[in-house]
């Protein structure tokens, strides 16, 4: 069974980093892109990056770009989203997702952890 | 960024058909997919490549369109296909959902 574990969110001030982790399960994680897409409260859905499967190719959404980045330690089967300079906008549930390649959808999603900027 | 709207909400009863549509801003060729999302949970994949059935979810669903124009299609509805319905496109960079449909039952 494909499992997806996010974890590392909570409360955090503005302007500080936080680290998020998803443990993944189940599947041969090496072998999969990954990505990750975030939920402000009561809205939609919006993709924030991917990485390949050796961390060759990373992409961004533009705007997240210089304070977000993706990273994975296959040996441990573990997804990172790193955050920086955060803000109240980036008040979300944060979702790790399994990526399949070509055309490129989610086919599995983490529950979700929470991520709430204030001071 | 490609923008793509979808109607916010529709509401059916139980045994209709239900037609959810999402229009892109520019072609995204085939490259559309749908997912449901339930209240509390995390979105679930229905539909990749704009037709294709994903693993394990009813034949009840379907996708089709292709370029700016597509639709899912729900036939017939059940209670428990309350939940809002996003589309997201992966042709053009970044990737991008729709606001997304919520589907209420009357």
């Known amino acids: 069974e494909v499992k997806l574990v996010e974890s590392g969110g909570g409360l955090v001030q503005p302007g500080r980093s936080l680290k998020l982790s998803c443990a993944a399960s189940?599947?041969?994680?090496?072998?999969?892109?990954m990505g990750w897409v975030r939920q402000a409260p009561g809205k939609g859905l919006e993709w924030i990056g991917e990485?390949?499967?050796?961390?060759?190719?990373?992409n961004y959404t533009p705007s997240l770009k210089d304070k977000f980045t993706i990273s994975r330690d296959n040996a441990q089967n573990t997804l990172y989203l790193q955050m920086s300079k955060l803000g109240s906008e980036d008040t979300a549930i944060y979702y790790c997702?399994?990526?399949?390649?070509?055309?490129?959808?989610?086919?599995?999603w983490g529950q979700g952890v929470m991520v709430t900027v204030s001071s | 960024d490609t923008v793509l709207t979808q109607s916010p909400a529709l509401a059916v009863s139980p045994g209709e058909r239900v037609s959810i549509s999402c229009r892109a801003s520019?072609?995204?060729?085939?490259?559309m997919h749908w997912y449901q999302q339930k209240p509390g949970q995390q979105p679930k994949l229905l539909i990749y490549?704009?037709?294709n059935l994903a693993s394990g979810v009813p034949a009840r669903f379907s996708g089709s369109g292709s370029g700016t124009d597509f639709t899912l299609t729900i036939d017939p509805v059940e209670a428990d296909d309350t939940a809002t319905y996003f589309c997201?496109?992966?042709?053009?960079?970044?990737?991008?959902f729709g606001g997304g449909t919520k589907l209420e039952l009357k």
């Open positions: 997702a399994r990526e399949r390649d070509l055309p490129y959808y989610f086919d599995y």
């Open positions: 189940g599947f041969s994680f090496n072998d999969y892109w």
């Open positions: 990485i390949n499967q050796d961390s060759s190719t990373i």
């Open positions: 520019e072609g995204v060729n085939s490259y």
């Open positions: 490549k704009a037709s």
């Open positions: 997201q496109q992966s042709w053009n960079d970044p990737p991008t």
